[in-house]
């Protein structure tokens, strides 16, 4: 008898986990989600964007087709919570009639941004967790250099753990274009070591150690003029030790190092 209804409570054990677990990943999507805010008119609108001084809105024609931005946009709800409040706005559903008073008309979907009660730019990063939460700790601020086209070839170091692990790599390329942003509070530790008070600074590695600090012009012919220079006076050129020229900059101070 018991082996008979052995396939029976194994079945059923199956169909509870599976409750047990689309319950769990359900509330896991409820609790992100209930981090933003759902505006279908006008003066709930202005009132959000009246007592919040950070909101970021996302309008949307059909939230089927923006699934994947909504589900992104969630989770940048949860990573940025206290520091800026972010509204969905259906523009196909309650919401026609906001969408057609503030003359929005996505494709299928566009982001807008206020600060302090005043709409202040749509938002033009990528449509990425970290990307949102970054320009909403500081959306007056420049494109970070990570995000810039220009600036792929460029390593991009994010605080002194990384930098360390740069410039002891055993085995690097011959060259490195590496820069930090030291107005972080985290790298102020980096700030200090190598007594940084001007921006941007070019500071030289070279195996592992800082070399030089760099105090030519800021243009493309004469940072390539240093960097063979460097290059041509090595003792040993068939020891393919690592290279790198580091840039150390504050984004809202920064200007282009190399001028084309």
Avoid at 7 to 34: N, R, W, Y
Wanted: some cysteine; hydrophobic content about 40%.
């Amino acid at each position: 008898m018991a082996d008979f209804l052995k396939p029976g409570l194994d079945f059923l054990l199956f169909i509870a986990f599976l409750f047990v677990f689309q319950t769990t990943t359900t509330c896991k999507k409820s609790t992100s989600m209930s981090l933003v805010e759902n505006l279908i008119d006008a003066k709930e609108m202005k009132k959000l964007c009246r007592t919040r001084n950070n909101v970021l809105i996302l309008f949307t024609i059909s939230t089927k087709q923006s699934s994947e931005l909504i589900n992104v946009f969630s989770k940048a709800a949860e990573a940025i919570k206290g520091q800026a409040t972010l509204a969905l706005v259906d523009c196909s559903g309650d919401a026609k009639k906001l969408c057609r008073k503030l003359k929005v008309v996505p494709e299928p979907h566009i982001l807008k941004h206020y600060k302090d009660g005043e709409f202040h730019k749509d938002y033009d990063r990528k449509h990425a967790v970290q990307s949102i939460v970054n320009f909403l700790k500081d959306p007056t601020g420049d494109l970070p250099w990570e995000e810039d086209e220009r600036a792929k070839d460029v390593l991009h170091i994010s605080d002194a753990n990384i930098l360390g692990k740069l410039i002891n790599k055993e085995k690097l390329p011959m060259m490195v274009m590496a820069a930090m942003d030291v107005n972080k509070p985290e790298n102020a530790v980096v700030r200090q070591h190598f007594n940084i008070t001007g921006f941007p600074t070019l500071l030289y590695f070279h195996g592992g150690q800082m070399k030089h600090k760099y105090d030519g012009e800021n243009n493309k012919e004469a940072l390539l003029n240093f960097m063979k220079n460097r290059k041509s006076n090595q003792k040993n050129p068939k020891r393919k030790s690592g290279q790198i020229m580091l840039v150390m900059y504050i984004i809202l101070l920064m200007r282009p190092i190399i001028q084309y």
